[in-house]
């Protein structure tokens, strides 16, 4: 049994959220609450049940909102390359995603992502250097725009981040932390259309603890 604990911090406001996984065989039992779960009492808002098998399939019940989504995987090989499919529906606004990735090696990998019904439509291409630094240029067909990020691994766990978006000309800056039993995020967002450039920051931390 896995319980994970989630804190989210922001300059006007807070929030927190847990989550307990269980296994059986091969597929695994999750329950996820929110603070809105216990503040003022315990209420079912907030509340997220999941049933997953890794690598083939979750299925997500929000219990407040009666909905629930559906997300299956699965790995074909085109040209001896493999190639991801993600299947992803959501009951309550009827939405269907579609989702791909195609592996060529280590080093290099191509994405795409597409809302059915809609123009929205993003496609990127992933390069990692020495398994150091990673560039990844993306086109959002629905925005007719370019976004691109640069990661680069530092100190083992360690990733800085940085991430540019020309539609709104909006600037990202991310060091976080993902370990085994610990992990954070801390990030700083800048608006360069605006006069004042001031940034907005917030923070995130996680817990792993094994039951």
């Given amino acids: 049994m896995k319980a994970t604990l989630k804190g989210r911090y922001d300059a006007d406001k807070s929030s927190s959220a847990a989550s307990l996984a269980a296994g059986i065989g091969d597929v695994k039992l999750r329950a996820t609450m929110t603070d809105a779960t216990v503040v003022k009492g315990p209420s ?3 509340l997220t049940l999941a049933l997953e098998k890794p690598g083939f399939f979750i299925i997500d019940y ?4 009666k909905d629930v989504r ?13 190639l991801n499919l993600t299947y992803i529906h959501s009951r309550g606004d009827n939405r269907t995603i579609l989702d791909g990735a195609l592996v060529f090696d280590s080093a290099n990998k191509v994405s795409a992502n597409y809302m059915v019904g809609t123009g929205n439509c993003k496609v990127k291409y992933t390069y990692t250097h020495g398994g150091v630094t990673t560039f990844e240029p993306c086109y959002d067909f629905g925005k007719n725009s370019w976004d691109f990020s640069i990661a680069r691994k530092v100190y083992g766990d360690d990733v800085f981040k940085a991430i540019y978006q020309t539609s709104n000309q909006h600037l990202g800056l991310e060091w976080s932390r993902n370990s085994k039993l ?3 995020k ?15 920051l917030s923070a995130e931390t996680t817990w792993n603890l094994e039951m």
């Fill in 70 to 82: 559906f997300q299956f995987m699965n790995t074909i090989r085109v040209a001896e390359k493999p």
């Fill in 44 to 46: 079912l808002n907030g």
């Fill in 182 to 184: 610990n992990g954070f």
């Fill in 186 to 200: 801390i990030s700083a967002s800048f608006n360069l259309s605006e006069e004042s450039i001031v940034p907005k």
């Fill in 62 to 65: 929000d219990v407040p909102k």
